[in-house]
């Protein structure tokens, strides 16, 4: 299955403040990055001027942020804040405006805590207008819409992401449905919509065919919250190719690897299986200088799996384009296509064990470091997909222990893995 880039969900739960006041859990969704403003903090507009340690000495996350610029919403604002750690949405960056919900700490101190509603905006935002407006206890719904094309950094925006204008913002639910267009900052907004659960999705410009719809997210409107959901919508673009074995036959399924050329970078590695006559294409494909090529990925720390290297034949570097389906030509291999293996996992009293990570290292010399992983399905059953002439060693995790070690090869009976007692 294809490797698609990491966003990480986030769903928002707490408690209710009061009549007048929203109930903090009045927004639930799987869109990343989306909030409800608490009723307690301070809300204002304002512009990084400086990042400073607090005190010269301490740690990175122990700093001082100088604002300018700086517009109330609720509260007095503060002309400086402390930030405790980082945050999962957004770094601080000198000279971009955020607006900012700060919290009131000791000696008068203001702070923004890790994965807060706090995010840059534009120059004009309209969410200041939207969260001070009366809204007789109906939900209200304000985010940023940014195109995801090209790549770089970790960081969203860092990674050539931009907001995107004009795209048609729809908010669904049964029968009824919102729908608005995202400013030239790529904001959007609904007000006064009814409570209730909703789907939010995206779908960019005629204009924009480097990037594509985003995937419906649910999301939960309850009286009176002031909602902030961001949405990211990926590229277009698209890789195809084909392996071959030496001689012409087709390379079967082989596992083929889309990266960098300067060597694997988690955040743009993209893997794939080759169909039976060694075609492949990745979807979603960030654009940028690539390599293709056919080989096992290799891993090492335990037990964070990160790749590390890979083991290929490849290709020459191509480049990839926004909204361009891009030909990485054929790629001849050495490596045998890859072979299926399949086996159970049962519990002590013989009953078939889901959802538990299963795990295999191949145990030659040339590829002691080698690691694959599956899942366990219904029925305790799991399969995997091995490169052929070598033998492994597998075990089943289920966080807290393992089960007995077993050694393998390829076609060897089924694997029957098996949790031992407790002691």
Not at 29 to 37: P, R
Not at 135 to 151: D, F, Y
Not at 311 to 329: K, N, Q, W
Not at 331 to 358: H, Y
Request: with cysteine.
């Amino acid at each position: 299955m294809q490797r698609r880039l990491l966003l990480s969900l986030l769903i928002m739960v707490a408690t209710w403040f009061g009549p007048l006041a929203a109930r903090v859990d009045a927004c639930s969704c799987v869109t990343n990055g989306c909030h409800v403003l608490p009723q307690d903090g301070r809300w204002f507009l304002a512009t990084v001027v400086a990042i400073e340690p607090a005190t010269p000495g301490r740690p990175f996350d122990n700093r001082v942020v100088r604002l300018d610029g700086v517009t109330p919403i609720r509260g007095e604002a503060p002309r400086e804040i402390r930030l405790s750690g980082s945050s999962c949405d957004y770094t601080f960056t000198v000279g971009t405006r955020y607006f900012i919900e700060a919290d009131e700490g000791e000696a008068g101190t203001f702070g923004v805590s890790s994965c807060g509603p706090t995010r840059p905006v534009g120059a004009v935002s309209s969410l200041p207008a939207l969260i001070t407006s009366p809204q007789e206890k109906r939900p209200s719904l304000w985010g940023t819409v940014t195109a995801l094309t090209h790549a770089g950094p970790p960081s969203v925006r860092a990674r050539g992401g931009v907001e995107l204008a004009n795209a048609l913002v729809e908010l669904r639910s049964g029968g009824i449905v919102h729908q608005t267009r995202t400013s030239s900052a790529g904001e959007y907004s609904f007000s006064g919509v009814r409570p209730g659960p909703y789907t939010l999705r995206v779908r960019p410009p005629a204009d924009r065919r480097d990037v594509i719809a985003s995937e419906a997210e649910s999301i939960m409107l309850i009286e009176g919250a002031t909602c902030l959901a961001d949405v990211i919508t990926y590229p277009s673009a698209a890789v195809t190719g084909r392996i071959v074995q030496a001689g012409g036959k087709p390379g079967g399924r082989g596992r083929v690897l889309l990266y960098p050329p300067g060597g694997i970078d988690p955040s743009r590695l993209y893997t794939t299986v080759a169909d039976a006559q060694g075609r492949y294409r990745f979807e979603q494909v960030l654009a940028g200088s690539y390599v293709a090529g056919v080989g096992i990925m290799t891993f090492r720390g335990d037990p964070e799996f990160a790749p590390a290297q890979a083991m290929r034949d490849g290709v020459a570097i191509f480049d990839v384009l926004p909204g361009e389906i891009t030909d990485s030509g054929t790629i001849t291999t050495r490596i045998a296509p890859f072979a299926e293996v399949r086996g159970t996992l049962m519990d002590p009293a013989g009953g078939p064990v889901n959802d538990i990570g299963i795990y295999v290292v191949a145990v030659d010399a040339a590829e002691a470091s080698f690691r694959y992983e599956t899942t366990t399905r219904a029925g305790g059953t799991f399969t995997l997909e091995l490169p052929p002439g070598v033998r492994y060693r597998i075990f089943a995790w289920n966080g807290s222990r393992r089960t007995p070690v077993v050694e393998f090869a390829i076609g060897d009976a089924p694997l029957a893995l098996a949790f031992s007692e407790r002691r």
